[in-house]
């Protein structure tokens, strides 16, 4: 079975940063891409970033420039570390990924979220 889990998240000041990680497992052949969503309250899921196998990458508007998103293939995990922290960065943040499993089919899978809460 095929599992995400991000950890990481936590309680931060204006300013600060964090670095989030999302640990894939089970099960996995390979991974074409693995990227981040955030939702905040009463708002939509949004993207936040994307990479590729092939290393592309893409970041919303919002947070280009603070956010940069990383990998360990030997460890099939995905950071995320946010700099810069605004108020407005807080939501819980989740972890995708599509995979392709053992068996030959790829399914995008998700993480259960972890909280980022940005004070001022």
């Known amino acids: 079975q095929v599992q995400l889990v991000e950890s990481g998240g936590g309680l931060v000041q204006a300013g600060g940063s964090l670095r989030l990680s999302c640990a894939a497992s089970g099960g996995i052949f390979s991974i074409n891409f693995m990227g981040w969503y955030r939702q905040a309250p009463g708002k939509q899921r949004e993207l936040v970033t994307t990479l590729t196998s092939g290393g592309t990458t893409d970041y919303a508007d919002s947070v280009k420039g603070r956010f940069t998103i990383s990998r360990d293939s030997a460890k099939n995990t995905v950071y995320l570390q946010i700099n810069s922290l605004k108020l407005e960065d807080t939501a819980v943040y989740y972890c995708?990924?599509?995979?392709?499993?053992?068996?030959?089919?790829?399914?995008?899978?998700w993480g259960q979220g972890t909280q980022v809460t940005v004070s001022s």
């Open positions: 995708n990924a599509r995979i392709v499993t053992f068996s030959g089919r790829a399914s995008l899978f």
